[in-house]
């Protein structure tokens, strides 16, 4: 269509769709089966935790050891809801044997439930480089958190620096650097991820109540996405954190309202258990230039 003269047209805003550990609202989270449901329909990014083990494993895990309400042991036990059974010393043959599927989720009343385990990161990304994916869409970018906490290490996880070396050397070793954002809660597991200099982006998770200045104030350098729970954010923290050249991908939205509301305060991404809903609601809200 031809546009009027000294007219310029309007290119959609490019709205980043992440799937919460894959599509938990509809398959078991951080599952194969749950990544290939998202890149199946169509969504920017996946979304994964991953925990270094002992052996140096990089396995896709929101919680560093099994979560009894998903999760049973090796030989099909049941878990004990408080002496955790850390992943960290495990081999990967017997955390191969966990089923964390079968039963659902007790929050996710639509999960479908199927027997499954928790993947390594390179089973995922050869899963979905094989996998069903619309045409016409780049190829799968991944948001990789890289769980730490500094208190148990040792028990759950190795140093921060080591973490985030194995981590990035797997990245670049499987070809997805360029697409590729490391996020983590963990300032130190940053710092080294942005010390490497490797290529990938990264993204500051934050839950607790502070304002975007005081959160990227923690780190020595500005992250390329500031990623908070949604409740923390408003129009104005998001055009701060704009003013500043950061990104805005807040987590963990399933509400259609609050999609819409965020989607027209300006933020460029939305990170969401329900990503099919979420590609839904982003395709109804106008054009912005």
């Given at each position: 269509m031809m546009l009027p003269t000294g007219c310029t047209e309007i290119q959609p805003r490019f709205l980043d769709i992440q799937g919460h550990r894959?599509?938990?609202?509809?398959?078991?989270?951080?599952?194969?089966?749950?990544?290939?449901?998202?890149?199946?329909?169509?969504?920017?990014?996946?979304?994964?935790?991953?925990?270094?083990?002992?052996?140096?494993?990089?396995?896709?895990?929101?919680?560093?050891?099994?979560?009894?309400?998903?999760?049973?042991?090796?030989?099909?036990?049941?878990?004990?809801?408080?002496?955790?059974?850390?992943?960290?010393?495990?081999?990967?043959?017997?955390?191969?044997?966990?089923?964390?599927?079968?039963?659902?989720?007790?929050?996710?009343?639509n999960q479908q439930r199927m027997l499954t385990h928790k993947p390594t990161l390179a089973e995922v990304v050869a899963a979905v480089a094989d996998g069903e994916r619309p045409e016409g869409l780049p190829p799968m970018?991944?948001?990789?958190?890289?769980?730490?906490?500094?208190?148990?290490?040792?028990?759950?996880?190795?140093?921060?620096?080591?973490?985030?070396?194995?981590?990035?050397?797997e990245i670049q070793r499987l070809g997805i650097t360029d697409r590729t954002t490391v996020q983590s809660f963990s300032a130190e597991v940053l710092e080294a991820v942005h010390a490497a200099q490797v290529g990938v982006r990264t993204a500051w998770l934050m839950e607790g109540e502070r304002t975007v200045n005081e959160a990227l104030s923690l780190l020595s350098f500005r992250p390329d996405i500031y990623s908070?729970?949604?409740?923390?954010?408003?129009?104005?923290?998001?055009?701060?954190?704009?003013?500043?050249?950061?990104?805005?991908v807040p987590w963990t939205v399933n509400d259609p309202q609050r999609m819409a509301e965020l989607i027209g305060w300006g933020v460029d991404g939305l990170i969401s258990d329900d990503p099919g809903l979420a590609l839904q609601v982003s395709q109804t809200q106008p054009e912005t230039p």
């Open positions: 894959g599509a938990r609202a509809v398959r078991p989270e951080n599952s194969i089966p749950g990544f290939l449901y998202a890149a199946g329909i169509g969504v920017t990014t996946l979304e994964l935790d991953v925990i270094v083990t002992a052996a140096k494993d990089i396995v896709v895990s929101h919680e560093p050891w099994l979560n009894p309400d998903i999760c049973t042991g090796p030989d099909g036990e049941a878990l004990s809801s408080t002496a955790r059974r850390s992943l960290y010393p495990m081999q990967l043959a017997d955390i191969r044997q966990c089923d964390c599927g079968r039963h659902g989720h007790p929050r996710f009343p970018a991944f948001n990789i958190e890289i769980k730490h906490d500094a208190a148990e290490v040792g028990v759950h996880f190795p140093e921060a620096g080591v973490a985030a070396s194995l981590v990035l050397a908070p729970h949604h409740v923390l954010l408003s129009p104005e923290e998001i055009a701060a954190a704009h003013q500043l050249g950061v990104a805005v």
